[in-house]
């Protein structure tokens, strides 16, 4: 196969294995071009792509934004705290607004679940979800996998253990959905009140002691727990939930093998993880963030290809 299956990345539950091994391979290509002197290919000279973010972003904006400009496509960048949308202007009349000058590609955070798919089904440029309240952040479980077969060879039979803020976590569902498509083993950990109910549906296993998921685990992907999507306490200090969740070096060092740390950022350091295993050798926290550039160029030039001239 050479295409994808779908004209939009709204999520991983819309894509299948041979999508995940296309963007994967293609991912490898353009690994391969941003390691060279010269980073930037010609592909997309004839594309332009809108980057619309209606919450705060560091890596993934930034991320977008250099594999954009990596493939050569024209861009122009929204940001809604310094737009008309605080005068009002609503999500379908500022996307149009900005696709009247002929935008053939949309990437877009949202702060509300589903955003992506509702604007799929109202305008026409091809729509890459960034992260949408909730939902998913499909390019963020692309990149985590990618970064997990980089390191230990392939993703089919890994036990992986996504570690905290479940329940408020589009990072959670979608490395679920990505992992559990590739024949990973996928365990959640975190205080009782921050794991969906009915998780088990998804095929994961729910474990409350992080010593024993450590224990069980090839890779700890550690969530940090997310406050402003909160409007009560799901536990009762964070002190109390770092000594319950938190993974430091004394723990690290004394599990009997080598495990990878993954962590999606931002980080809150000494929280959910200390500094001395976010900086350790085991932390491929930096990986992640390089490979998200080829992951990003692979997606964003995979559905370009499908955008009808
Ligand atoms: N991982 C991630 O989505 O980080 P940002 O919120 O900084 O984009």
Request: glycine fraction near 6%; aromatic fraction near 6%; include cysteine.
């Amino acid at each position: 196969m050479n295409e994808l299956s779908v004209n939009h990345l709204l999520g991983i539950k819309y894509l299948n294995q041979a999508d995940i091994d296309l963007i994967f391979k293609t991912a490898d290509h353009f690994k391969e071009v941003i390691n060279r002197p010269i980073k930037k290919v010609p592909s997309l000279r004839d594309i332009t792509i809108a980057n619309l973010f209606f919450e705060n972003s560091t890596r993934t904006r930034l991320s977008f934004e250099l594999a954009e400009k990596r493939l050569s496509a024209d861009i122009i960048n929204f940001s809604s705290s310094s737009s008309s949308v605080s005068k009002g202007e609503t999500l379908i009349d500022t996307v149009n607004n900005i696709l009247s000058m002929k935008v053939d590609m949309v990437v877009m955070r949202h702060p509300n679940p589903g955003a992506g798919i509702f604007l799929s089904k109202h305008i026409e440029a091809s729509i890459i979800n960034a992260g949408d309240g909730t939902h998913e952040h499909p390019t963020q479980a692309l990149l985590d996998s990618y970064s997990i077969r980089e390191k230990l060879g392939e993703v089919k039979g890994k036990k992986v253990v996504i570690v905290g803020d479940i329940l408020h976590s589009r990072v959670a569902l979608s490395n679920i959905f990505a992992l559990k498509l590739q024949g990973a083993e996928v365990k959640v950990c975190g205080p009782k009140t921050l794991i969906p109910k009915h998780i088990e549906s998804l095929g994961v296993t729910v474990e409350f002691n992080l010593r024993k998921a450590l224990d069980w685990c090839d890779v700890a992907n550690m969530l940090r727990v997310q406050n402003e999507r909160m409007e009560i306490s799901y536990f009762p200090s964070t002190r109390e939930y770092t000594q319950q969740f938190g993974l430091n070096k004394a723990i690290l060092d004394s599990l009997n093998k080598e495990i990878i740390i993954m962590h999606p950022g931002p980080i809150n350091r000494g929280v959910e993880i200390t500094s001395d295993v976010a900086d350790s050798s085991q932390a491929i926290i930096l990986d992640q963030v390089q490979n998200g550039v080829a992951i990003r160029m692979a997606v964003i030039y995979l559905l370009a290809s499908k955008i009808k001239p």
